[in-house]
């Protein structure tokens, strides 16, 4: 029996050597600890997910609804319901002081409203959509000492959709008094701008103007400066372009 083994203790107990054995605590009980850490962890993890879970679907959900709804509307309605939230509340005097001028100015109001009912009569195309070049009627009028260029350019516009009206020499006002490649014309009226933006998108360089008529017929006067029609390719995607522009107009003028 070795020195180092204590008086009375033998078998598995019984020292051999010089040295004391290393005592080791049990690989099971650090296997316990980890596993009641990792449960522990868990449980955490999943509270935290709950907890956010329960947040999105009461209040975090209606302030995204709330700033969706916001977002899609037009940058100027939003700039038109802050200045009504910084408007003065409203007493009974000013109420009955609107009224009064209601009432002195109702009259005049309702005739404008007539007048403008009737100046937008004939109207072919909705807001915010321009017309159809099916739906537009050109007369192609020569304003040039060469002969031929209104036949030919009114074949060329009808191939392209257009409807042809009258053919022939431009009127004497205007005959050979248009420097550029060509000059549209029409009555004054949002529904005539639109015709005649549709019918720029075929002769670059073309000037527009505007004169008291009757009808929805527009002119196209070719002058000095013409040589031919925009490429139709390139008519197409210019017309495309103008489309988008309008559609573009027409949402951020919408009302809130």
Excluded at 57 to 82: D, E, Q, Y
Excluded at 178 to 199: M, Q, S
Excluded at 219 to 228: A, E, N, P, Q, R
């Amino acid at each position: 029996m070795s020195m180092l083994t204590p008086p009375g203790m033998g078998g598995k107990y019984r020292i051999k050597g010089d040295r004391y054995p290393r005592m080791r605590r049990s690989r099971g009980r650090g296997k316990v600890i980890t596993a009641y850490t990792a449960a522990v962890l868990a449980i955490a993890v999943i509270g935290w997910g709950t907890l956010q879970l329960i947040d999105v679907f009461s209040g975090g959900s209606g302030g995204n609804t709330a700033g969706t709804a916001s977002g899609s509307r037009p940058t100027h309605c939003a700039t038109t319901s802050a200045a009504r939230d910084d408007r003065p509340e409203k007493t009974p005097g000013d109420e009955k002081g609107g009224a009064e001028g209601k009432d002195s100015t109702g009259d005049k109001g309702s005739k404008e409203d007539k007048g403008d009912k009737s100046g937008g009569k004939g109207s072919s195309a909705a807001p915010g959509k321009l017309p159809e070049p099916g739906s537009i009627t050109v007369n192609v009028l020569n304003a040039t000492s060469r002969s031929g260029l209104a036949k030919d350019t009114s074949e060329e516009l009808k191939k392209r959709g257009f409807k042809i009206g009258k053919v022939g020499n431009a009127p004497a006002e205007l005959d050979k008094k248009v420097k550029k490649a060509g000059v549209l014309l029409g009555a004054p009226g949002g529904d005539t701008a639109a015709r005649l933006k549709v019918l720029g998108t075929q002769l670059r360089g073309a000037e527009t103007r505007y004169e008291k008529r009757d009808g929805e017929e527009i002119d196209l006067v070719i002058g000095k400066g013409f040589t031919k029609l925009t490429k139709e390719s390139s008519a197409n995607a210019a017309l495309h372009q103008l489309t988008a522009e309008e559609k573009r107009k027409t949402r951020s003028e919408a009302p809130c």
